[in-house]
T-cell receptor, first 115, second 113 residues
Framework: EAGVTQFPSHSVIEKGQTVTLRCDPI?????LYWYRRVMGKEIKFLLH????????ESGMPNNRFLAERTGGTYSTLKVQPAELEDSGVYFC?????????????FGPGTRLTVT | AQSVTQLGSHVSVSEGALVLLRCNYS??????LFWYVQYPNQGLQLLLK??????LVKGINGFEAEFKKSETSFHLTKPSAHMSDAAEYFC???????????FGSGTRLQVQP
């Protein structure tokens, strides 16, 4: 079974540009999460999809961030325009829709550098 | 609100020595607690989880953790460290009402030969 995949693994962009990160969850996982780790800080929750609906987007930092999950499969996270403080590692995770385990499986992350 | 505190951003042990990584949590509702490990250039891998069953939880690679409600702690232990245990370890909390994980700041474990 394939794990959570993320693309690209690294991205270097200039301030003011746009970047789109992609996450493919484990097949059949209804729940998809985005997290971010800024250098030297803890991993922070951004948002949670259940299928194609946003269940919780309380962690989204501002309206420069737009997340979508069309058809309840893969998800994209767009940052437009990027600022220096957006640099960090963006993790995606997925979990099954039922059961009480709440276990989230993480992808390898996308390292975003804004210069 | 939930929070996690991991004491010690860096821990160094000798190979074969006991590993103890500390985690204290704060939660107004019954918590679910997790330990994740991140090896270099990899994603987070679940080591073990507590979801209101047995308070002593055994995970992969010989790790275990004990949920102590009175101390609001969920410390991670391993009797004998291996070189391959060198990684960064994260404690996280969630709850039945909110699946989003709240992470601690992480502890980087170094294993000396």
């Amino acid at each position: 079974e394939a794990g959570v995949t993320q693309f690209p693994s690294h991205s270097v962009i200039e301030k003011g540009q746009t970047v789109t990160l992609r996450c493919d969850p484990i097949s059949g996982h209804d729940n998809l999460y985005w997290y971010r780790r800024v250098m030297g800080k803890e991993i922070k929750f951004l948002l949670h999809f259940v299928k194609e609906s946003k269940q919780d987007e309380s962690g989204m930092p501002n309206n420069r961030f737009l997340a979508e999950r069309t058809g309840g499969t893969y998800s994209t996270l767009k940052v437009q325009p990027a600022e220096l403080e957006d640099s960090g590692v963006y993790f995606c995770a997925s979990s099954q829709g039922t059961g009480s385990s709440y276990e989230q499986y993480f992808g390898p992350g996308t390292r975003l550098t804004v210069t | 609100a939930q929070s996690v505190t991991q004491l010690g951003s860096h821990v160094s042990v000798s190979e074969g020595a006991l590993v103890l990584l500390r985690c204290n949590y704060s939660s107004s509702v019954p918590p679910y607690l997790f330990w994740y490990v991140q090896y270099p250039n990899q994603g987070l891998q679940l080591l073990l989880k507590y979801t209101s069953a047995a308070t002593l939880v055994k995970g992969i690679n010989g790790f275990e953790a004990e949920f102590k409600k009175s101390e609001t702690s969920f410390h991670l232990t391993k009797p004998s460290a291996h070189m391959s245990d060198a990684a960064e370890y994260f404690c996280a909390v969630s709850s039945a009402g909110r699946r989003a994980l709240t992470f601690g700041s992480g502890t980087r474990l170094q294993v000396q030969p």
